[in-house]
Each structure stands twice: as structure tokens, then as C-alpha cells.
Nanobody
Framework: QVRLVESGGGLVQAGGSLRLSCAASGRSFGTYAMGWFRQAPGKEREFVAS????????DFADSVKGRFTISRDNAKNTAYLQMNSLKPEDTAVYYC?????????????????WGQGTQVTVSS
């Protein structure tokens, strides 16, 4: 199985940047597609970004396209979410997820493993 631990969350001003990390442990991390989801207070968890096993294919929610970048470094067993031009609407708990597939996916029910979440707060 895969265990995921997010880090890098915190408080940032609108227009600023933040990079989240997702450290994975367990067997064959490199064979898993990865995704980032977020949940704001009082709202349902929503898709943010995903990346294939090879890193060659990525998907983004329309709300973050052009501002966020997802990447992975399989040698370090780590996935990243680079967040630029942050807006107050980006405030949420961000979750890393892993999927037992090489393909990226925006559907949260297709993911098998989840991290504990890290808080991102964007001030206006």
C-alpha cells in the first residue's frame, strides 16, 4: 500500500505563491497516478489537479488552470503542487491522493490512498 503525507501549507497573501509537497511511502510509488483535491469550509471536496505515472499527462480544474502546476519526482517519492497567483477562493484544506493506475483522473472515487490534508489560507 501507499501512505501519503502532505506538507507546505500555510498563510499567504493574495497574488502570492505556495508549493505543496506530498511524500509517499510504500511499494512502487512510481506506478501510481497522483492527484490533488481541496475542501473549503462548508463545501464539498473538489478536484484540483492530477498527473500520470510518467508525469507526461496532467489535468487541472478550470478554476486553477494557468495558475497551478502539478509535478512529481519519483526518485524522491514526492509529488508537488505549485500554486501561483493565489486567490482567497483557493483557501481550503488540500489533500494529496494516489491512484492504482498510470492514468491521471479528476474523479475522487477513483483514488485509493489519501493524505491527511494541509491547510492553505489566502488572505485578501
Amino acid at each position: 500500500q501507499v501512505r501519503l503525507v502532505e506538507s507546505g501549507g500555510g498563510l499567504v497573501q493574495a497574488g502570492g505563491s505556495l508549493r505543496l509537497s506530498c511524500a509517499a511511502s510504500g511499494r512502487s510509488f512510481g506506478t501510481y497516478a497522483m492527484g490533488w483535491f481541496r475542501q473549503a469550509p462548508g463545501k464539498e471536496r473538489e478536484f484540483v489537479a492530477s498527473i500520470s505515472w510518467s508525469g507526461g499527462s496532467t489535468d487541472f480544474a478550470d478554476s486553477v488552470k494557468g495558475r497551478f502546476t502539478i509535478s512529481r519526482d519519483n526518485a524522491k517519492n514526492t509529488a508537488y503542487l505549485q500554486m501561483n497567483s493565489l486567490k482567497p477562493e483557493d483557501t481550503a484544506v488540500y489533500y494529496c491522493a494516489a491512484r492504482n493506475s498510470v492514468w491521471a483522473s479528476s474523479r475522487q472515487y477513483e483514488y485509493d490512498y489519501w493524505g491527511q490534508g494541509t491547510q492553505v489560507t489566502v488572505s485578501s
